[in-house]
């Protein structure tokens, strides 16, 4: 396991047609869950959940959000249904990160969404702490309603985002960070 400033100063997002298998085990996706579910979250609320697609519920859902492109667009062509299909197949294991952010009396929704956000980040820390590849994508299903209703989502819950995990096939270089000096102010 590799030290934890090392792992936080050099995690990098897989491209997720670098994903293949195996993907993590029963037991490890536990303990990426629990890892996720570990995040500054005020009043306790919990303001997300996951829907995890593994095994044949990825065909499932990419089948359920194909139904919805065909209902929408009866002149959608083949490929692109057959891409919706493969949607979810593009990994081993996808996490969708479902904030439930929702008006409370204390706790502002955005504090709520970005609690939510939070557990998406912790999502890519802890797979990449266990050696797998992960990409955080938000892609058109977060976007369109009926693509969330076709996945089980409540009419107020918003998917913050898709998490791919599986064995990366490629290294990524690092990219350019943000120099600290155009990033940092001290008042």
């Known amino acids: 396991m590799p030290d934890a400033l090392e792992l936080l100063a050099t995690r990098r997002s897989s491209r997720v047609i670098d994903l293949i298998e195996p993907g993590p085990s029963a037991d490890e ?13 005020h009043g306790k609320l919990a303001p997300w959940r996951f829907i ?15 139904d919805v492109l065909a209902e929408a667009d009866p002149g959608v062509s083949e490929k692109r249904l057959e891409d919706e299909r493969g949607r979810f197949l593009r990994a081993p294991v996808v996490v969708a ?4 952010a929702a008006p409370h009396v ?18 890519l820390i802890a797979a990449a702490a266990l050696g797998y590849g992960a990409t955080w994508l938000s892609e058109w299903p977060t976007y369109d309603a009926a693509a969330r209703a076709a996945l089980g989502l409540e009419t107020f819950e918003r998917i913050t985002g898709f998490i791919y995990i ?7 270089e690092d990219r350019p960070r943000p120099d600290l000096a155009a990033v940092v102010t001290r008042f």
Do not use: W, Y
Request: with cysteine.
């Open 97 to 100: 990160v479902v904030s439930r």
């Open 52 to 66: 995890v697609f593994e095994g044949e519920g990825r065909a499932r859902a990419g089948a359920k959000l194909a």
């Open 166 to 172: 599986g064995t990366a096939t490629q290294k990524l």
């Open 29 to 41: 996706l536990d303990t990426i869950l629990t890892i996720a579910s570990r995040v500054p979250d």
């Open 106 to 123: 204390k706790i502002p929704e955005f504090e709520q969404l970005m609690s939510s956000a939070a557990a998406c980040q912790n999502l």
